[in-house]
């Protein structure tokens, strides 16, 4: 798998990670779109206990020096991938998680996790080493109820989305609780287990509503903004949406669980392609889970592995916006 992160001077790309168990080349649109748009790139990994191994991957991010951070709930630990795809280290394990899922990181190098049992969400510094832990179970302000997914803010808060909870809550990065925003419901601004939260260059927030079939938009401080996205399964339609995921020119990829694909949409919620959805091994992407926009460009990868959350999969999808301006991989965000 060497030489995956670089760049590439035939192709104009954003790199997305994906949790898939089979991922392909082909997209739901025209077969000139799927060669114009996606193209597979490789895969490392396989299902087990071992270093390198995983069970059932939950998210993942790239640390401040460029490495991937993979968090496992049933392995309750969370594994360090280089550029190469080769393991790298490992920390947690069950003495510190439950059921380790959302991983992010600020631009200081500290790393979060947010654990989906215990509540708690932890923080460790760019070597590894554990700071603080802080929420904790309950319903109350500044608890969690199965903590999923979580990102940075452009104003440097943690952002948790907790599907227990049917809301998103804002922490600073000495773990104090800023607000909360979201209620069970299906109205605007209202939400069902919300999976996944991600930020936009401008700072505001996008939430995977998984249970009402959508991808709502918020500001920074929690205000409804917009949402895009019903229940079906034709284009810009949902049936399950998971993770989630910006590239730099604030296009959005969205994982459609219940329909085996990833959704690609303008910064206005406006359908582009998808991918994903075929019916053989080789066409469809099954079931996939999460994913990951890196920032920089470069290379997609792809990891695989014998059931959904056992692999990471790779694709490189052609740059969707300034099509003249080259971009080469950093392995940053």
Request: aromatic content about 10%.
């Amino acid at each position: 798998m060497r030489g995956l992160i670089k760049g590439t001077r035939t192709w104009r790309s954003i790199a997305v990670i994906l949790v898939v168990a089979s991922m392909s080349l082909a997209s739901g649109c025209s077969e000139s779109d799927q060669e114009e748009n996606v193209k597979f790139v490789g895969s490392w990994g396989t299902k087990g206990n071992g270093d390198g191994e995983f069970l059932y991957i939950e998210d993942f991010a790239f640390d401040a020096d460029g490495n991937l951070l993979v968090t496992d709930a049933l392995r309750a630990d969370v594994q360090v991938f280089g550029k190469d795809g080769k393991f790298v280290a490992k920390f947690g394990g069950p003495s510190v998680f439950e059921k380790p899922e959302g991983v992010a990181v600020d631009k200081q190098g500290n790393i979060y996790i947010g654990d989906y049992l215990s509540g708690n969400l932890k923080k460790f510094d760019r070597e590894r080493n554990h700071l603080i832990t802080f929420a904790g179970l309950g319903d109350g302000e500044g608890e969690t109820i199965e903590a999923e997914f979580m990102s940075i803010g452009k104003n440097g808060l943690v952002y948790v989305s907790e599907a227990g909870n049917h809301r998103i809550s804002a922490f600073d990065a000495s773990g104090n609780f800023k607000f909360s925003f979201g209620a069970l419901g299906s109205g605007p601004g209202q939400m069902n287990r919300p999976e996944a939260v991600k930020p936009d260059s401008h700072g505001h927030l996008f939430v995977t509503d998984f249970g009402n079939d959508r991808v709502q938009k918020y500001t920074a401080e929690g205000k409804f903004i917009s949402t895009f996205g019903t229940a079906g399964t034709d284009p810009g339609q949902f049936r399950r949406p998971t993770g989630l995921a910006l590239d730099k020119f604030d296009n959005i990829y969205v994982c459609d669980l219940g329909n085996n694909r990833v959704q690609v949409f303008d910064h206005d919620g406006k359908f582009k392609f998808s991918f994903g959805g075929g019916g053989s091994e080789k066409e469809a992407v099954r079931q996939p889970a999460r994913h990951h926009c890196r920032r920089s460009g470069g290379h997609l990868r792809r990891r695989h592995g014998q059931q959904p959350g056992a692999e990471i999969s790779i694709v490189e999808v052609r740059s969707l916006m300034a099509p003249s301006a080259h971009i080469e991989a950093s392995g940053r965000e």
